[in-house]
């Protein structure tokens, strides 16, 4: 049994405007000590698959319509808010990217980490207060009693995400979720930060899924990767084969949307041309047709299923078909094949 079982999970948001597919149809385990990267652009329903692993979906908005979320053998979507509450923060942690908007800036930071310890562990304040200063310290800062007692504004963005690292942390979850942690970042404090993770999930042995749309973050992170396109997952597999043999043409787009810093040559890189579908109402068939150069007919007409590509890596992609003509008989391809 994974730690994480996530099966078929279908996720609507209900506006003015109409009903929002934002995930449609989403599977995938997750590991004890295994980092899963999502990546994909937004509106791809990666942070909304997130979202309804934490049960942050508001009732009033959206609902999940189907399928299941599993953690430790336990269904998710049928716990209540309090049985949910004693689960987040304590086994289920999750960290985002704006760090000023998720700390309370009218508190101190000790007291936000201690905060948390009090609610889940059975702890004295004083207790409480030693846990807070040794995550403090476990994260990276430095001066830990005069940082135990300092505001957010007083933190750089970079010692804030630590400090927001050493919160999601502090009861010692089994699976820690980061969503884009590192965007607002710039690069040296993001490789710093990406480190940290690293160290702290091979210290501790947490599971971590992380959310981005940056496919250096992926290649240095994670050992497994969900490519998300239009709610839906288009592709699955190991880290070593999104770069050795992706397979979707997405994934195609995304890998050449990067710069390739062993390269010698100087490419141009290649943005992924038109836009991600319109969730309103999502393409008949394949979500990426209308953005893919080898789309075929039956590509308008039907959603394609996951292809087994090898046994540990799935595509949904009609070229996977064995009727599919071979990626040579496209005009304008052959750098591809
Ligand atoms: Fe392109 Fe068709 Fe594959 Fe979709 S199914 S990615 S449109 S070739």
Redesign the pocket.
């Known amino acids: 049994m994974s730690l994480l079982e996530v099966s078929n999970l279908r996720v609507n948001f209900k506006t003015f405007g109409g009903t929002v597919k934002a995930v449609r149809g989403v599977s995938f385990n997750v590991d004890n000590g295994e980092t899963v990267a999502i990546v994909g652009e937004s509106g791809s329903g990666k942070s909304v698959t997130v979202q309804s692993i934490m049960g942050l979906i508001p009732s009033s908005a959206g609902n999940i319509e189907g399928g299941s979320i599993k953690f430790k053998g336990k269904e998710l979507t049928q716990l209540t808010k309090k049985q949910m509450r004693e689960i987040k923060g304590k086994q289920i942690s999750m960290i985002f990217q704006d760090s000023m908007n998720s700390l309370n800036p009218t508190m101190q930071i000790g007291k936000q980490i201690s905060e948390g310890i009090m609610y889940h562990q059975n702890v004295s304040k004083r207790e409480a207060k030693a846990k807070a200063i040794k995550m403090i310290r476990e994260v990276g800062i430095s001066n830990v009693e005069k940082r135990y007692e300092q505001y957010p504004h007083e933190f750089s963005g970079g010692m804030r995400q630590r400090v927001m690292i050493a919160i999601a942390l502090a009861c010692n979850p089994d699976l820690l979720i980061a969503d884009e942690p590192t965007t607002a970042l710039d690069v040296t404090i993001q490789a710093q930060v990406l480190a940290l993770l690293k160290e702290i999930k091979e210290k501790k042995d947490t599971s971590i899924i992380l959310i981005t749309h940056d496919l250096g973050v992926v290649a240095e992170s994670a050992e497994q990767v969900i490519v998300m396109y239009g709610g839906m997952m288009?592709e699955k597999c190991s880290v070593q084969e999104l770069f050795s043999n992706p397979n979707?043409?997405?994934t195609w787009g995304l890998l050449e949307s990067i710069p390739n810093v062993y390269s010698n040559q100087k490419e141009r890189l290649k943005p992924i041309e038109g836009s991600p579908p319109d969730l309103f109402s999502p393409p008949k068939?394949?979500?990426?047709?209308p953005r893919?150069k080898?789309?075929?007919n039956?590509?308008m007409e039907e959603v394609?299923e996951l292809y087994n590509v090898n046994d540990d890596h799935s595509s949904?992609?009609?070229?996977n078909d064995e009727m599919?003509p071979r990626i040579e008989e496209f005009s304008d391809t052959e750098e591809l094949v």
């Open positions: 288009v979707h043409p997405y068939g394949c979500p990426f047709a893919c080898y789309a075929m039956i590509c394609p949904r992609c009609f070229l599919a």
